[in-house]
């Protein structure tokens, strides 16, 4: 992945050049055609991925939860929590998302902890928000 791509995601603008050339090291970008189902609820998670371009829908059960867009990312509590899937994630319209395995996370966390606590962080807020 480009680090100028990195640059233009809200979650990491903040980081130093330094750091989202890290970071885009250890990320892909992935297009999603419309009606791909990113993940699954109940599934292992195994990547982070955040919204560049394109709509997607989270659904638990057959209940509409949220419609997310770019900027938005999703599968953090999964791979910082080793948790499964709480929903799935539909793709709505085509998508381009830049994606982080769980392995290549752990990697980065040793590398560039800050970006490890930037996704943590994230995780704690959505934590929050859904008490």
């Keep these: 992945m480009d680090e100028a791509r990195v640059k233009d ?9 330094k750091e989202r ?18 993940v699954r609820e109940g599934e292992f998670a195994y990547e982070f991925f955040v919204i560049e371009s394109g709509r997607a829908e ?9 419609d ?23 793709a709505r319209s085509p998508m381009t ?14 590398s560039i902890p800050s970006v490890a606590s930037r996704i943590r962080e994230a995780v704690e807020e959505r934590s929050r928000a859904l008490a």
């Design 97 to 110: 998302v830049m994606v982080m395995t769980e392995q290549a996370f752990r990697t980065m966390e040793r």
């Design 9 to 17: 995601l809200d979650l990491f603008s903040s980081l130093s050049r």
């Design 58 to 66: 989270v659904v638990r059960g057959d209940e509409h939860v949220a």
């Design 68 to 90: 997310l867009g770019p900027g938005d990312f999703l599968g953090e509590m999964g791979i910082v929590a080793r948790a499964t899937r709480n929903a799935s994630v539909i």
């Design 21 to 38: 050339k890290e970071l885009a090291r250890h990320a892909d970008e992935l297009d999603f055609p419309e009606g791909k189902e990113l």
